[in-house]
């Protein structure tokens, strides 16, 4: 425990300045350079921005009578948005008479969710909201 006073000599001398580090009770400070601490700590916190990752939702739209080979080419999206990381939201949109059937759409989502089951989990199950029956998927963490 050094008294203020000789701090502020050692730093003056040294040509440093008297830091902060973690204020309380008995607060601790150290003779360090606070123009270098600064630009280290902002380096640091960019650094640690640029290595996170941000989770976007892709969306697929589909067609309750859509073709298999459409299907495919759709799932081959979803698989590469989930190993991207990226959450999928799969859109069933009915137009007209497709009303009438919409355990077609239902059966069409319940169809891709248990071809994602081991890639991703559900995050929204599949609910109507007007003309469109939604459904969003996640990718498993353990990877």
């Known amino acids: 425990m050094v008294k203020i006073e000789v701090a502020a000599g050692l730093a003056d001398e040294a040509g440093l300045d008297i830091v902060e580090v973690s204020p309380g009770a ?8 606070h123009g ?11 650094k640690a921005r640029k290595k996170q990752k941000t989770v976007d939702i892709k969306e697929i739209k589909m067609r309750p009578n859509i073709d298999q080979h459409d ?9 590469k948005f ?3 990381g990226d959450k999928v939201k799969l859109t069933m949109r009915f137009r007209g008479r497709e009303m009438a059937h919409q355990e077609l759409g239902m059966q069409l989502l319940n169809r891709v969710k248990e071809e994602t089951a081991e890639t991703a989990k559900v995050e ?17 963490q353990n990877k």
């Open 26 to 33: 008995t607060p601790v400070c150290k003779i360090m350079d």
């Open 36 to 46: 270098r601490a600064k630009f280290e700590a902002q380096k640091k916190a960019a």
């Open 71 to 79: 299907y495919d080419v759709k799932m081959r999206s979803v698989t």
């Open 82 to 84: 989930l190993g991207a």
């Open 124 to 140: 929204q199950h599949p609910k109507m909201e007007g003309r469109q029956m939604t459904m969003v998927i996640a990718p498993l």
